[in-house]
């Protein structure tokens, strides 16, 4: 952790998210003393947490509270390290109302926001904004832009950001060899359209992240090159942060 959060501070990152996985140094059940020190590192160096990814599916099939459990436990983490949001995924095609109902309080109580990833069963802009939308609530439930998957599925960039409107509560930008073709390469390398992608957040003012899957792609090198790559398209698009 403090290797990455003192790599995300050097390439001039604002904020760094959170990885939440059984194999990983955060985790669902981390102890508060942990989560303390963890969060001090990482304000230590300037950082804010921006997100908590977690792997929650809010439509797997089968029964809900196991669900709900598991999206309480990932709010109250992200409540905790002061983080926003908590990002799950769709996973399938079971009814999601039931699940995120019973969770609103908890989001409400806790200044937490949750996003369904443009992924898995839901990949497009119009299917993920299809589970958050019947809330009328994007200050609590919302869509986090995986600007990949819309893109693959033949969702054009400025359709999925017209789509989301005010349920865009976070981008996680990345490039590939083509839509065939996931393994991660450098931004502005690929097929993905990045270029076009920053034009359509010029007057958006939330988080934008870097996601970079070495831990599905372990052959991919680390992620400092990709930073660095990535910088220029910072520069021209994303708004400088203001105190």
């Known amino acids: 952790m403090v290797k990455a959060v003192r790599l995300a501070a050097a390439h001039g990152c604002h904020g760094i998210e959170l990885r939440t996985h059984p194999d990983e140094e955060v985790h669902i059940g981390l102890s508060a003393p942990r989560i303390a020190r963890l969060r001090a590192q990482i304000a230590d160096e300037g950082l804010e947490v ?3 990814a977690g792997y929650a599916k809010v439509c797997a099939p089968g029964p809900d509270q196991p669900v709900i459990t598991e999206l309480r436990a990932l709010i109250e983490l992200a409540h905790r390290f002061g983080a926003p949001a908590v990002r799950v995924f769709p996973g399938g095609d079971a ?10 309080d908890d989001l409400r109580g806790s200044s937490v926001r949750l996003l369904i990833e443009t992924h ?21 439930v919302a ?7 819309p893109w693959r599925h033949g969702e054009e960039p400025a359709l999925t950001r ?9 981008v996680q930008i990345k490039d590939v060899g083509g839509v065939r073709d996931l393994t991660p390469v450098l931004p502005g390398m690929g097929a993905v359209p990045l270029t076009l992608c920053g034009a359509l957040l010029r007057s958006w003012d ?28 910072l520069d021209m698009f994303v708004p400088p942060v203001r105190d």
Do not use: M
């Open 50 to 52: 921006a997100c908590i």
């Open 95 to 104: 009814e999601s109302w039931n699940r995120i109902s019973a969770v609103l």
């Open 120 to 140: 898995d069963s839901h990949p497009t802009g119009k299917a993920a904004l299809s589970l958050v939308e019947p809330f009328a609530a994007p200050e609590l």
């Open 143 to 149: 869509v986090l832009w995986d600007v990949l998957h």
């Open 162 to 170: 017209a789509l989301l409107g005010d349920y865009l509560g976070y």
């Open 206 to 233: 939330g988080w934008v992240s870097l996601e970079w899957e070495k831990a599905w792609y372990p052959q991919i090198g680390a992620v400092g090159e990709p930073l660095r790559a990535l910088r220029p398209w």
